[in-house]
């Protein structure tokens, strides 16, 4: 009897295996690009085809490259347990500063940048400082921050629009990356296309083979440490169906005007923060101090100074992101940024951050950024009033938080 209650017992707390105990695990981890892609297979049906063709997906990413790259600085101040409500502010700031520096000053494009970029990092240490050597709630100062910061563009720019910028500032965020491979017009004669970017599309593949690579290095890696992996089909799936959206991707940005510069910029600035945050102790250090601030200071960890950096870092993006949106605008208004800290924030809430720190991740940011890009897009595609276009992305947001919630409840 006893033999027979030990089996039932192990028999009854065995744990579930499986593609469907798998998901059911991590759907937190997985639910996002699933609803992602069944929001653009929506908005693909019913806009009929618009929403992915080459000229709308450019469209896409130049308009929500802004907001990505001030994700990526926030999804490190969330996971630190703060907030930053400035960031809109900050960055038409840093656009106003641009206009008045290159248009009214007339000086150079690199001094410029160098400037610009070091008043954002200026910006968040100021902030930074009050946070985390006087611990004042982060939403007490940024909220100080948006104020003042909104209040010194007006004055800046004296109430007026400036500009337009020079070709060589508009490429920042409207420019694109010239072909220089062989081989577009054989590709563009095969598909029938007028044009076809080969170095775009290359780009594309070797993005494409990196996420395999990485994928299988991944797998090797836990297999080793003897680290529960997800299951073999699913792996397949999702490697492959990630590996051929980007090809998909690309291809469609091939045959229209290639690359965008500011992807890059994003490709480049989403890779070493994802590197940073998953594979470095700072990145590990960042999640501890969300995680339990006690802990962490009493584990050595300098809590005071990482928090201090966080800020420093958002305000350097912000800035980045202050350059992108005045060169895709061509000018620098009053009103520019004016409510972005709400999208910025609601993309990395969206993308599983959560909201009392030490959970979320870079690629998740993104993904939540483009979510929300995509229901823009789509609802104006659409001819969604704006009214209503509003309402939806506050039920979304709202969603993604009960659901941060219900998951914290049911672990």
Not at 196 to 209: D, E, K, Q, T
Request: proline content about 2%.
């Amino acid at each position: 009897m006893t033999f027979a209650g030990q089996t039932q017992t192990k028999s009854a707390e065995a744990p579930k295996t499986g593609i469907g105990a798998y998901l059911s695990a991590h759907l937190r981890e997985y639910g996002l690009l699933f609803a992602l892609i069944a929001i653009m297979a929506f908005f693909q049906i019913v806009t009929s085809g618009t929403l992915l063709r080459p000229i709308n997906l450019t469209n896409l990413l130049l308009q929500n490259s802004y907001i990505i790259i001030m994700a990526l600085g926030m999804l490190i101040v969330i996971v630190a347990g703060h907030i930053d409500l400035s960031v809109g502010s900050v960055m038409g700031f840093v656009g106003a500063l641009a206009a008045v520096m290159i248009v009214r000053w007339d000086q150079s494009l690199a001094l410029t940048a160098v400037v610009c970029i070091a008043t954002g990092a200026l910006i968040g240490a100021a902030q930074g400082y009050w946070i985390a050597y006087w611990s004042i709630p982060s939403f007490i100062v940024t909220l100080a921050g948006m104020l003042v910061f909104r209040g010194l563009s007006l004055w800046l720019l004296g109430g007026e629009s400036v500009g337009p910028f020079p070709r060589e500032f508009q490429s920042i965020a409207s420019g694109f990356v010239p072909d220089v491979l062989p081989g577009g017009a054989a590709m563009a004669e095969l598909f029938g296309l007028r044009n076809f970017n080969m170095l775009s599309f290359a780009i594309g593949l070797i993005a494409a083979g990196l996420v395999v690579w990485s994928g299988l290095g991944k797998r090797a890696q836990n297999r080793k440490y003897g680290i529960e992996d997800e299951p073999k089909a699913f792996f397949v799936a999702r490697i492959g169906i990630v590996a051929l959206a980007l090809v998909f991707v690309f291809f469609k940005l091939s045959t229209f005007r290639g690359l965008p510069n500011v992807m890059i910029t994003m490709g480049i600035l989403t890779v070493i923060y994802a590197f940073v945050t998953e594979q470095t102790v700072l990145g590990r250090r960042v999640y501890a101090l969300g995680g339990n601030r006690k802990a962490a200071k009493l584990s050595g960890i300098k809590t005071e100074r990482l928090t201090f950096l966080a800020f420093v870092n958002m305000g350097a993006l912000a800035a980045i992101a202050g350059l992108v949106f005045a060169a895709r605008l061509n000018s620098a208004t009053p009103k520019a940024g004016f409510a972005l800290e709400l999208d910025v924030i609601a993309a990395v809430f969206i993308g599983g951050a959560s909201m009392s720190g030490g959970v979320g991740k870079i690629v998740g940011a993104v993904v939540g950024a483009f979510l929300m890009g995509v229901l823009n897009n789509g609802m104006g595609i659409m001819g969604v009033g704006i009214d209503y276009q509003q309402m939806i992305k506050g039920l979304v947001l709202l969603a993604a938080v009960i659901f941060d919630v219900y998951n914290k409840q049911k672990g």
